[in-house]
């Protein structure tokens, strides 16, 4: 069985896109911490939003710049990982990692409210990710996206940007943008869920190998042609994905949908917790303030 590091550092560790993602690290840090005061409102960036977005950073250079991106145009699995990752994980600790007034004076920017308003609508964000997540998994659709590089990182992007309006109705630190609260968020987080089972249930129930970007040698040649440089890849001689895993299709194909299905459920009951702990939480509040002006001002006796 062959390993991954016949292809190279370079295609293995995306030195241009650490790269890229350390400037926007630096820019981040330079706009919340040296030009901040230049913003109307700005607070010290706190420790747990500058954690957030170094941990946003990692897992995204994880997911799109190390070995796991490779090993995810060879099994389907670490493909189904990764995407969970993309648009599950990443978007929430991005939108946490972002300080309220730097959000407040990005969506002043003229044309950006109203649009933003709009994509972060629940049905809107619900309708818009969910259907293009499961477009995306659509055997032809994949295929076609994995054999185009401007395709592929477009639509990891458009998937990217459409998860930040699925979080923001959950997790909005703003308290003028949260549309949602307590059995309205619950009810949002189950509907998501049931949203995406059919993408899932598709990959895991199906008998045969659907993407021909692991099947067809051809197609996957072009796929991997794109990911470690035509030159280098012409080099090497080799014909499919099988030579590198001991998986049958079907049995990674299967694995993909079961990770994708159970990393999404885990983040989701995560999130499912934390609402119910909010929702008790006022609850109680408002249960100790009428109290307390029970209290205070009794009912008068006649």
Partial sequence: MLTIDIFGFKALWSP??????????????????KFREKFQDSEPLTVK??????????LLYAIKGSPLDLMGHLLFYIHGITMVILVFLIPPLFILSIPTWLWRA?????????????????????????GFFSFYHIPLIFDHVMQNLYFHA??????????????????????????LSGIKKVAYIFGNGILITPACALIIFSDTSLYATYHDPKVWSQVMSLCVGSSTFANLNISGP??????????????????????????YSVVLGQVFFEWYRKDQEESERELNKQILNPPLVE
């Fill in 49 to 58: 939003q500058a954690s957030l977005f170094l941990t946003a950073i990692i």
């Fill in 16 to 33: 241009y896109f650490l790269f890229l993602l350390m400037a926007l690290t630096a820019a981040y840090f330079l706009i919340t911490i």
């Fill in 106 to 130: 990005f969506l002043n920017v003229r044309g950006i409210n109203s649009s933003f308003k709009f994509f972060t609508k629940p049905i809107v964000a619900v309708i818009l990710f969910n």
């Fill in 242 to 267: 099988e030579l590198f895993s001991s998986m049958s299709l079907v049995e990674d194909q299967r694995l993909g949908g079961v990770v994708m299905k159970i990393i999404q459920e885990v983040i």
């Fill in 154 to 179: 477009g639509y990891s992007i458009l998937l990217f940007v459409l998860a930040i309006g699925l979080w923001w109705s959950l997790i909005s630190p703003l308290p003028e943008y949260q549309p």
